[in-house]
């Protein structure tokens, strides 16, 4: 099994799978409901997230492509109902990544042992589009 937690590696058949899901419900429900904006926007919000990604992979390392394929397909599943949700996700899953960088840091510390270099993103994604999902509130 596969795991971003074990491995610090997402799988692209995975994701590639997930985005083309949510893409068919999404335009389903677009053309169903005649609200062609809501896929505009959901596209829009991906390709922007995917952009912030992979700039973000290219300028520091820090960030890996998987990551970087996970939050376009955040913005694709949350950016139907507004343009802010999916940038909030992100920013969500960077506020707990961080704490737990701290905690982190601080138990090596206690323990006088080297800070783990890096952790894995993608359940912070998760984490924090699924609170964004939760706390949104729609427009």
Known sequence: ??????????????????????????????????TPAALVRAVAASLALLTAGAALTIATGQFGGGDTKLVAVIGLALGPDTWTTPGIAVLYAFVLAAG???????AAKARRTPRPATIPMGPFLLAGALTAALTARPA
Not at 11 to 19: G, K, P, S
């Open 100 to 106: 737990t960088v701290a905690v982190r840091a601080g």
């Open 1 to 34: 099994m596969h795991s971003d937690l074990t491995e610090q590696r997402l799988r692209n058949r995975d994701l590639t799978v997930t985005y083309a899901g949510a893409l068919c419900v999404i335009a389903a429900a677009a053309v169903t409901h005649a």
